[in-house]
C-alpha cells in the first residue's frame, strides 16, 4: 500500500468530528484507506453499502447505529443508501463523540446534497484524490509514470502500460454503464463518452458550452452544461474559473476544463506510451492539468485557485489567492522553460507576491527576483508554506 498524505488529515478530522465524509472518485483507494485506519480502531463495523447483506443489517438504521455507540462505524458506497443521511443526523445528535462514523462516497450531486442538508456542522468532509507527485518516491521514472498512467493505484502500478492502459478503459466503461446508472442518470452511455472524449481534446482550454452543443448534434447549451456538471461532481472533470479582480480590463469570464486524472486523459486521446505522449500535441495541456491537481490537493484551507487571462494577452495558467495577496503559478513541459510576455504582463496586472514556473526539472533555480522554477515535487512544500505568510 502507498502512503497516503490525507491519511493524517483523516485522522485529524475524526479525533474531532463525529463522523468524516471521504469522497472521491471509485478505485481511488477510499476504502484501502478506511481499511488502514479501521487497524487502529479496535471492533471497527465496516459495511459495504454495493452489498445487499450489508444493507439488510440497516434495515433498521437506529437499532444499528444504538448497538455500535462504542465503535466506528465504516459505511463504504453511502451514496447507495442516500437515505442514510436523514437516521445519522438524530443519532450524531444523540451522542456527539468524535470519530463514530467514516462515510465513504463516490462523489456526486445526490450526495453531496443529501449529506449537506441533514449534517451540516456534524461531519468533517474530505476529498482523496489518484496518487500525487508528494506520495511517490522523487525520481524521473516514478514521476513519468504517474504523469502517463495517472493517479488510480491499480492503473499507476500495472505491469505494463499496455495493462494499465486496460486497467483504464474497463473503469470508464464500468463508470458510464453501470456506476452513473445507480445514480439515478439516464444519459446513454455513449452520448457521455462521446462529450467525455470531446473534453479530453479540449482539455486546458476554456469551456464554450454551445460550440460543443452544436458538435453533439444540435444539442442545447443547457445540456451540455448538465453534463459537465455530472462529470464535475463524479471527480472526473475540473472546472477551473477564471480570477475576477476589477484592474479596468477586459478579462476572460468562461472556466477552463481538464479531465482531472492524467491517465484517464490519455486513455480518451488514445495515448499508451511515453513516446505517444511526448510527441502529441495535448503534452503541454497534459503537464498543465497535472499541475493544477498538485495544487489543488496541497492548496492551504481559505486558498482560492483560479486562472488569469484578458483579452490583451496577459495570461497565468494558476493563480492561488490566500489572505488577499496573489500567488503565481505557470506550468512548462520543457526542462528549459521560457514564459512568454503575457506571464510577466500578467504578473504586474495582478502585483503578484511570488511566482513559479513548474516544470519537469530536477533542481529549483531562479528566473527573477520574484520568479523560481521548480520541479512538481516541491509544490506540496510550496503551496503549503502560503497559508503561514
Same mark, same amino acid.
Given at each position: 500500500?502507498?502512503?497516503?498524505?490525507?491519511?493524517?488529515?483523516?485522522?485529524?478530522?475524526?479525533?474531532y468530528?463525529?463522523g468524516?465524509?471521504?469522497?472521491?472518485?471509485?478505485?481511488?483507494g477510499?476504502t484501502?484507506?478506511?481499511?488502514?485506519l479501521?487497524?487502529?480502531?479496535?471492533?471497527?463495523?465496516?459495511l459495504d453499502?454495493?452489498r445487499?447483506?450489508?444493507? #439488510?443489517?440497516?434495515?433498521?438504521?437506529?437499532l444499528?447505529f444504538a448497538n455500535?455507540?462504542?465503535?466506528?462505524?465504516v459505511?463504504?458506497e453511502?451514496?447507495?443508501?442516500?437515505d442514510?443521511?436523514?437516521?445519522?443526523?438524530p443519532e450524531?445528535?444523540?451522542?456527539r463523540?468524535?470519530?463514530r462514523?467514516?462515510?465513504?462516497?463516490?462523489?456526486s450531486?445526490k450526495?453531496l446534497?443529501?449529506?449537506?442538508?441533514?449534517?451540516?456542522g456534524?461531519v #468533517?468532509?474530505?476529498?482523496?484524490?489518484?496518487?500525487?507527485?508528494?506520495?511517490?518516491?522523487?525520481?524521473?521514472h516514478?514521476l513519468q509514470?504517474?504523469l502517463?498512467?495517472g493517479?488510480?493505484?491499480?492503473?499507476?502500478?500495472?505491469?505494463?502500460d499496455?495493462?494499465?492502459?486496460?486497467?483504464?478503459?474497463?473503469?470508464?466503461r464500468?463508470?458510464?454503464e453501470?456506476?452513473?446508472p445507480q445514480?439515478?442518470?439516464?444519459i446513454p452511455?455513449?452520448?457521455?463518452?462521446?462529450?467525455?472524449r470531446?473534453?479530453?481534446?479540449?482539455?486546458?482550454?476554456?469551456?464554450?458550452?454551445?460550440?460543443i452543443?452544436q458538435s453533439l448534434g444540435?444539442?442545447?447549451h443547457s445540456?451540455v452544461?448538465?453534463?459537465?456538471?455530472?462529470l464535475?461532481?463524479?471527480?472526473l472533470?475540473r472546472?477551473?474559473?477564471?480570477?475576477?479582480?476589477?484592474?479596468?480590463?477586459?478579462?476572460?469570464k468562461s472556466?477552463?476544463?481538464?479531465?482531472?486524472?492524467?491517465?484517464?486523459?490519455?486513455?480518451?486521446?488514445?495515448?499508451?506510451?511515453?513516446?505517444?505522449?511526448?510527441g502529441?500535441?495535448v503534452?503541454?495541456a497534459?503537464?498543465?492539468?497535472?499541475v493544477?491537481e498538485?495544487?489543488?490537493?496541497h492548496?492551504?484551507?481559505?486558498?482560492d485557485?483560479?486562472?488569469?487571462?484578458t483579452?490583451?494577452?496577459?495570461e497565468?495558467?494558476?493563480?492561488?489567492?490566500?489572505?488577499?495577496?496573489?500567488y503565481?503559478?505557470e #506550468?512548462?513541459?520543457?526542462s528549459?522553460?521560457?514564459p512568454?510576455r503575457g506571464?510577466?504582463?500578467a504578473l504586474?496586472?495582478l502585483?503578484?507576491?511570488?511566482?513559479?514556473?513548474v516544470?519537469?526539472?530536477? #533542481?529549483?533555480y531562479p528566473?527573477?527576483?520574484?520568479?523560481?522554477v521548480?520541479?512538481?515535487?516541491?509544490?506540496?512544500?510550496?503551496v503549503?508554506?502560503?497559508?503561514?505568510?
Amino acid at each position: 500500500m502507498i502512503p497516503r498524505l490525507l491519511s493524517t488529515s483523516l485522522r485529524e478530522r475524526l479525533a474531532y468530528y463525529p463522523g468524516v465524509v471521504l469522497l472521491g472518485p471509485r478505485q481511488v483507494g477510499k476504502t484501502t484507506l478506511a481499511r488502514s485506519l479501521a487497524e487502529t480502531y479496535p471492533g471497527t463495523v465496516l459495511l459495504d453499502l454495493e452489498r445487499s447483506a450489508d444493507r #439488510a443489517r440497516l434495515a433498521r438504521p437506529d437499532l444499528f447505529f444504538a448497538n455500535n455507540r462504542d465503535h466506528l462505524v465504516v459505511l463504504d458506497e453511502v451514496q447507495n443508501a442516500p437515505d442514510i443521511f436523514a437516521a445519522l443526523r438524530p443519532e450524531i445528535d444523540h451522542d456527539r463523540r468524535p470519530g463514530r462514523f467514516l462515510l465513504l462516497g463516490s462523489a456526486s450531486g445526490k450526495l453531496l446534497r443529501q449529506s449537506s442538508e441533514s449534517l451540516a456542522g456534524r461531519v #468533517a468532509y474530505l476529498e482523496l484524490t489518484p496518487l500525487l507527485a508528494a506520495e511517490l518516491p522523487d525520481d524521473s521514472h516514478s514521476l513519468q509514470r504517474l504523469l502517463l498512467r495517472g493517479g488510480f493505484p491499480l492503473s499507476y502500478a500495472a505491469p505494463s502500460d499496455e495493462l494499465s492502459f486496460l486497467w483504464r478503459e474497463d473503469f470508464t466503461r464500468t463508470f458510464l454503464e453501470r456506476d452513473l446508472p445507480q445514480l439515478g442518470v439516464t444519459i446513454p452511455a455513449e452520448t457521455l463518452r462521446r462529450f467525455w472524449r470531446m473534453l479530453a481534446h479540449l482539455h486546458g482550454q476554456l469551456f464554450n458550452a454551445s460550440r460543443i452543443g452544436q458538435s453533439l448534434g444540435g444539442i442545447a447549451h443547457s445540456t451540455v452544461a448538465r453534463y459537465l456538471d455530472l462529470l464535475v461532481q463524479t471527480m472526473l472533470v475540473r472546472r477551473l474559473e477564471p480570477l475576477h479582480a476589477n484592474l479596468g480590463k477586459r478579462l476572460v469570464k468562461s472556466p477552463k476544463v481538464y479531465v482531472r486524472d492524467s491517465g484517464m486523459l490519455h486513455l480518451l486521446l488514445g495515448i499508451q506510451t511515453l513516446n505517444d505522449l511526448h510527441g502529441h500535441p495535448v503534452v503541454g495541456a497534459a503537464w498543465e492539468g497535472f499541475v493544477v491537481e498538485q495544487l489543488f490537493a496541497h492548496a492551504p484551507l481559505g486558498a482560492d485557485i483560479t486562472f488569469y487571462r484578458t483579452a490583451a494577452g496577459a495570461e497565468l495558467d494558476i493563480v492561488v489567492t490566500l489572505g488577499g495577496r496573489h500567488y503565481a503559478f505557470e #506550468a512548462k513541459f520543457s526542462s528549459a522553460p521560457k514564459p512568454t510576455r503575457g506571464f510577466w504582463q500578467a504578473l504586474d496586472d495582478l502585483d503578484v507576491e511570488r511566482a513559479w514556473v513548474v516544470a519537469p526539472v530536477e #533542481a529549483e533555480y531562479p528566473l527573477d527576483e520574484r520568479v523560481d522554477v521548480v520541479p512538481v515535487q516541491r509544490l506540496r512544500e510550496i503551496v503549503g508554506a502560503l497559508g503561514h505568510v
